[in-house]
């Protein structure tokens, strides 16, 4: 479902985003190969991906999303490098999540795959998630909040899991142009 593109081309691409009723939303992606990581054909999909996620307006993108089955996924969650600007995005390869809070909060989360929807959904309040990175560098990464909470959705695309299933219930499921007027009302009297 990837288009074509002109042998030697260096800029990137954007990629269709699969849509909800895609299967290969719903199957667990498979491990890379580290080895494979530098080769030139990945390096150009990790740069098609990240311009697709920022044509997207997103905060993170699984390989899943974009019609490829492997275990990658995109985050922005780094420090913005200028104070001013936007959350830096970091590659996670072969992700594991190694330590999660015993605690959970509820937060609202959208997917690219279906943003006609908002679901409620408990995540652990912190993690820890070892990973490697665009370099195949291994590292370490400790997150909580907002950043805990995307990387644990983007983890779940890598197991075929939506939002969809981890909503306590389907009362959680609303649609994005009612936030404003339900949910933000009803959050004043949290
Ligand atoms: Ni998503």
């Known amino acids: 479902m990837v288009e074509a ?8 691409m954007i990629l269709t985003i699969a849509q909800l009723g895609q299967p290969v939303l719903r199957e667990r992606a498979a491990e890379l190969d580290p080895a494979s ?10 740069q098609d991906m990240r311009e697709t996620l920022a044509a997207a307006g997103g905060v993170g993108l699984a390989a899943p999303q974009v019609f ?19 959350p830096e995005i970091e590659t996670f390869i072969n992700p594991l999540l190694t330590h999660a809070s015993p605690e959970k909060a509820a937060g609202w989360e959208g997917c690219l795959s279906f943003a006609e929807l908002l679901v409620l959904v408990p995540r652990h309040r912190a993690v820890r998630m070892t990973y490697l ?3 195949a560098r291994p590292c370490v990464i400790d997150l909580h909040g907002f950043a805990a909470r995307v990387v644990q959705h983007e983890l779940d695309h890598l197991d075929g ?15 994005a142009s009612e936030f404003e007027s339900v ?3 009803n959050s004043l009297e949290l």
């Open 183 to 185: 949910v933000k009302k």
């Open 68 to 86: 490829r089955g492997q275990r990658l996924f995109l985050a922005a969650i780094l420090p913005a490098l200028d104070p001013e600007g936007p």
């Open 5 to 12: 593109r002109p042998v030697g081309d260096n800029q990137g």
């Open 133 to 135: 990175d665009a370099e």
């Open 161 to 175: 899991i939506l939002t969809l299933e981890r909503a306590a219930s389907t009362r959680d499921i609303i649609k």
């Open 37 to 46: 990581i530098v080769a030139p054909e990945m390096q150009q999909f990790l």
